[in-house]
């Protein structure tokens, strides 16, 4: 079965950084978006940056400038890499691909179980 697992969350001071990755794994054919939610306690959960299979970027406003989105096609493989982080970025941040699995002709969407960002004042 094809699953989506994230990494690299943890706890960090204001204007510091960190990398998450997310790594796509079973029977994949292609992936053709890859992109990081998040979600604080109380809130919806939000599109934070995304990624298309040509590389095309896009990005919420609240992050533009300090955050880059990445992928490896050949690892299957989406990062976040999160710079100058402040309080109100918390939150636990999900990894979600739209792909085609090797024995299903069209996409499918999919999503990572999450890891916890927590940026302390």
């Known amino acids: 079965q094809v699953q989506l697992v994230e990494s690299g969350g943890g706890l960090v001071p204001a204007g510091g950084s960190l990398r998450l990755s997310c790594a796509a794994s079973?029977?994949?054919?292609?992936?053709?978006?890859m992109n990081w939610y998040r979600q604080a306690p109380g809130k919806q959960r939000e599109l934070v940056a995304a990624?298309?299979?040509?590389?095309?970027?896009n990005y919420a406003d609240p992050v533009k400038g300090r955050f880059t989105i990445s992928r490896d096609n050949a690892k299957n493989t989406v990062s976040l890499q999160m710079n100058s982080l402040k309080p109100e970025d918390t939150a636990v941040y999900y990894c979600y691909a739209t792909l085609r699995p090797l024995y299903y002709s069209a996409p499918r969407d999919y999503w990572g179980q999450g890891t916890q960002v927590t940026v302390s004042s």
């Open positions: 990624i298309t299979g040509d590389g095309t970027t």
């Open positions: 079973g029977s994949i054919f292609s992936i053709d978006r």
